[in-house]
């Protein structure tokens, strides 16, 4: 059985690139994480969406497709629709999806479940790597609190993921099914529950995730507090079962919301497009205030054009450069988090690393 990680990086399954990249090569992603649009049905109280506020194209059906199809062109193995929006808002969702696996690429998507149609469940499900359902809440009135949204948006998700659960049971699919809940200290009281909530339901697994901030701390994400919670996050992983894991993101609930490296290679093998369109490192930079950082926008310019410019390269190597400080220059714990641990080790101590070869891997192509 391979393995489902959830609290680490996947990188070093992609040992010809890695070593591209450390030969001083230009490399493509590995991994795209985008969204459709910067619009949401929800209003969720952690939301860094809300941070990342710039410049929005319009991005069409055309636009999509020609980005899907330049990504399987250069070599881009995964992409997944979650970043700064709710891509299940765009008209073009489940065109983008079917047309992403027919270019062969390794199709996800993270949702809050909302806005899916019932009669085209099967149709993407049949298609995606995996789907992973955003909940904080177990229960309407405290779903409705945390996600900014009406009492009522509960049961139709919860109905939504149980129709998922059952139409990959009947027709056998691989897909994989999950909860996320992104983690407060004063979410505490919903930790067992949705534990409960996920075995129920019959989903593969549930993750407990920190809340990202950003470098002056908009959202006041209190890392210390965290510590608090070990006990109760603990008590939830007991809810695992040989078919359903409960799981926390440990390494970084941990951290203190400190980084141990400065500079940031990651995006190189994980690349974050806004739902506005832009091409930027990470989501950490999408805000208008970091132009500098700001490489271009797939509604103005083919991707493939984007990643062969000189710009592109340009801001990637000054983010990887002595010039560039992620520890105090960028928000914290970003979705390349663990990326860049695993490069800052393998630069820093010149260490050589070698392909695992004891277990496969779920999701290899999400790293």
Same mark, same amino acid.
């Given at each position: 059985m391979k393995e489902l990680v959830l609290d680490g990086q996947k990188l070093a399954y992609h040992e010809e690139r890695l070593k591209a990249w450390l030969e001083g090569k230009k490399i493509a992603p590995i991994t795209i994480d985008c969204a459709l649009t910067r619009r949401c049905t929800y209003r969720c109280v952690y939301c860094y969406g809300a941070l990342q506020a710039n410049d929005e194209k319009k991005i069409t059906k055309d636009v999509i497709f020609r980005f899907l199809d330049d990504a399987a062109d250069i070599g881009v193995k995964g992409v997944s629709f979650v970043s700064d929006g709710e891509s299940t808002c765009s008209p073009y969702f489940?065109?983008?999806?079917?047309?992403?696996?027919?270019?062969?690429? &390794?199709? %996800?998507?993270?949702? @809050?479940?909302?806005?899916?149609?019932?009669?085209?469940?099967?149709?993407?499900?049949?298609?995606?790597?995996?789907?992973?359902?955003? #909940?904080? %809440?177990?229960?309407?009135?405290?779903?409705?609190?945390?996600?900014?949204? &009406? &009492?009522?948006? /509960? =049961?139709?998700?919860?109905?939504?993921?149980?129709?998922?659960? @059952?139409?990959?049971?009947?027709?056998?699919?691989?897909?994989?099914? $999950?909860?996320?809940?992104?983690?407060? +200290?004063?979410?505490?009281? !919903?930790?067992?529950?949705?534990?409960?909530?996920?075995?129920?339901? $019959?989903?593969?697994?549930? #993750?407990?995730k920190h809340c990202s901030d950003d470098e002056v701390g908009s959202l006041r994400v209190d890392y210390l507090k965290y510590q608090s919670c070990i006990d109760i996050l603990k008590e939830a992983e007991k809810y695992s079962t040989? =078919?359903?894991?409960?799981?926390?993101?440990?390494?970084?609930?941990?951290?203190?919301?400190?980084?141990?490296?400065? !500079?940031?290679?990651? +995006?190189?093998? #994980?690349? !974050?497009?806004?739902?506005? *369109?832009?091409?930027? +490192?990470? *989501?950490?930079? /999408? @805000?208008?205030?970091?132009?500098?950082?700001?490489?271009?926008?797939?509604? =103005?310019k083919s991707f493939k054009e984007i990643w062969q410019d000189e710009r592109y390269w340009d801001v990637l190597n000054f983010i990887a450069s002595d010039k560039f400080n992620a520890q105090i220059m960028c928000g914290t714990l970003c979705l390349q988090h663990k990326v860049n641990e695993f490069l800052w080790d393998l630069k820093s101590s010149g260490a050589s690393f070698t392909m695992p070869k004891d277990k496969q891997v779920l999701h290899k192509n999400f790293i």
């Open positions: 489940y065109d983008a999806v079917l047309r992403g696996k027919a270019n062969g690429l &390794d199709m %996800a998507v993270g949702t @809050n479940g909302y806005l899916l149609k019932e009669d085209r469940l099967e149709e993407i499900l049949s298609v995606l790597t995996y789907i992973r359902f955003n #909940i904080s %809440a177990a229960g309407a009135k405290r779903y409705a609190d945390i996600h900014g949204t &009406d &009492d009522k948006c /509960f =049961e139709r998700v919860v109905k939504i993921i149980r129709q998922c659960v @059952n139409i990959k049971k009947d027709k056998l699919l691989g897909v994989t099914i $999950g909860l996320q809940m992104v983690f407060l +200290p004063r979410f505490s009281d !919903q930790v067992i529950p949705l534990a409960k909530l996920g075995k129920d339901l $019959g989903v593969d697994y549930l #993750i407990f040989h =078919e359903y894991k409960v799981a926390v993101k440990w390494s970084k609930i941990l951290s203190g919301g400190k980084r141990k490296y400065k !500079q940031c290679y990651a +995006p190189a093998f #994980i690349m !974050q497009f806004s739902g506005s *369109g832009l091409v930027a +490192p990470c *989501g950490m930079l /999408f @805000n208008s205030k970091y132009k500098k950082y700001h490489i271009g926008n797939i509604a =103005e």
